[in-house]
């Protein structure tokens, strides 16, 4: 794992409803083992709209639905639909699609991704620091502010949740209110 970067960030805290935070721990819990993925948007850091995307990972078939390099293919293919929800999380372009659409309809700005983390840790992994890193370059194509990223770990009988900001590699916690 990247150790956390002494740059600081030039970005608002983020203020998210506890019944926000309360929906995402329980779409973690409705999906476990599996990953859980979405999208959190509002407006000047403050969250006011969650959409739960689907995991196309755990899905059969998802090394067509996405395109993975031949590697990935044979991987994913080995493995079970559960065994595969356990490694990752892509989500599902129609559902992503329709989030954004409702975003700009409503003038809210993308403010969080978020995901689950069944079996590991609230930290970003290895994967996840590729997966933002690589992203940076991407949401302003797609008309998206760069986002802070949520992580929900069921490893222990209460769920941990925290959020951070990822940039160039560097990860850094975000702070976050619940209110």
């Known amino acids: ?18 019944t926000i935070l309360d929906d995402i721990v329980a779409h973690a ?3 476990t083992p599996h990953e859980c993925c979405g ?5 000047n850091g403050v969250v006011s709209h969650i959409y739960r995307i689907k995991n196309i990972v755990a899905m059969e078939g998802a090394q067509n639905l996405s395109s993975f390099d031949p590697a990935k293919v044979a991987h994913l293919e080995r493995l079970s639909p559960e065994e595969r929800a356990e490694i990752a999380f892509v989500m599902d372009m129609q559902d992503f699609s329709a989030a954004k659409k409702d975003m700009r309809n409503n003038g809210l700005d993308l403010q969080v991704v978020y995901h689950s983390h069944p079996h590991d ?4 992994s290895v994967t996840d620091i590729k997966i933002a ?4 370059e991407i949401w302003p194509k797609i008309n998206l502010p760069i986002p802070a990223y949520l992580l929900v770990s069921l490893m222990n ?18 702070a976050f209110a619940a209110r």
Do not use: Q
Request: aromatic fraction near 8%; glycine fraction near 4%.
């Open 1 to 18: 794992m990247t150790t956390p970067s002494p740059v600081r960030f030039n970005v608002a805290d983020l203020v998210i409803p506890k």
């Open 29 to 31: 819990n409705e999906l």
């Open 39 to 43: 999208l959190l948007a509002g407006t």
């Open 121 to 124: 840790p609230a930290r970003p």
């Open 133 to 136: 890193t690589d992203y940076e």
């Open 157 to 174: 009988p209460t769920p941990d949740v925290r959020c951070y900001w990822i940039k160039s590699g560097h990860v850094a916690p975000a």
